[in-house]
């Protein structure tokens, strides 16, 4: 099978042109894609295929090979991959998992719109918001020093997010009143990731409504920079929601699979 593989500030992808529809490779196998000894390694793995109406369809699956929700540094590098394959040029509108998406082309930056979220919980001094996928957010100094993985994995597993199958987990420092460094527990991975998308989204959106963070804000994570900008507010609501950064292509190649 041949695929390619992307990243987006640390966040990798394996993903795979299936607009012939051949693709029918089980959890399992997927996850093998996955694994970074027993195969090609990545925190993801992404189809990519024809949708009528739109430029491509973003299918996502997470590490362990479940279908994921949705993933935005995953769909910035499906919108580069499109881009790369000349499916889109400077604009791309493709349908995911949770809805539609419009994203803007540039050789160094893809800009993914996000969905518009409707609020944020508050549970005592933690947060939590869907921004596609769900996000538990923390507020914490000396976010280098966290125990990210441990404590992500017990807010990832506890009973209270149970019946949305757990929660993604996010660890945030204001640095200043326009940047944030965010570091995340991923669910599907069980692990930190080097950066995770839709959670610097969640962290930005929570940021702006208590912690008193200005828009355009710029984010920091393991694996690079990020920016997030968006219109409303906790109350109306939250639109325009715009995901900023890096997307490349690392490599490709054929894999016996
Ligand atoms: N890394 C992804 C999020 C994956 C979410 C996934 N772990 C789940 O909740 O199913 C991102 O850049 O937004």
Redesign the pocket.
């Known amino acids: 099978m041949h695929f390619y593989k992307y990243q ?1 500030t640390g ?1 990798d992808f394996v993903v795979v042109d299936d607009r012939a529809k051949t693709f029918g490779l089980d959890q399992e196998a997927i996850a093998l894609l996955c694994h970074r000894r027993f195969g090609i390694g990545a ?2 793995f992404m189809l990519l295929q024809e949708a009528e109406g739109y430029d491509f369809r973003m299918v ?1 699956y ?1 590490s362990d090979g ?1 279908e ?8 910035r590098c499906l919108v580069r991959f499109a881009a790369d394959l000349g499916i889109v040029t400077e604009k791309a509108h493709f349908i995911a998992v949770d809805g539609p998406h419009l994203a803007y082309i540039t050789p160094e930056t893809i800009s993914l719109q996000m969905m518009d979220v409707p609020g944020i919980e508050q549970h005592n001094d933690d947060y939590f918001t869907n921004t ?3 996000h538990f957010v923390r507020f914490t100094n000396q976010v280098q020093f966290y125990d990210v993985k441990n404590t992500g994995a017990a807010i990832r597993y506890s009973e209270a997010y149970q019946p949305m199958n757990g ?2 987990a996010n660890f945030v420092e204001k640095l200043d009143d326009q940047t944030l460094f965010v570091r ?1 527990y ?4 069980e692990d930190e ?1 080097y ?5 610097v ?1 969640a962290a930005a959106l929570v940021a702006k409504t208590f912690k008193n963070v200005q828009t355009p804000i710029k984010i920091k994570t393991l694996g690079g920079e990020l920016a997030v900008n968006f219109d409303g507010d906790a109350i109306t609501g939250f639109t325009n929601i715009f995901l900023i950064g890096p997307a490349k292509q690392v490599f490709t190649g054929t894999i016996f699979a």
């Not at 994921?68 to 769909?75: D, L, R, S, W």
């Not at 950066?195 to 959670?199: A, D, V």
């Open positions: 987006g966040n925190d993801g996502y997470n479940t994921g929700t949705m993933c935005g540094n995953g769909g596609g996928s769900p929660t993604n995340t991923e669910r599907g991975v990731t950066s995770c998308g839709t959670g989204t």
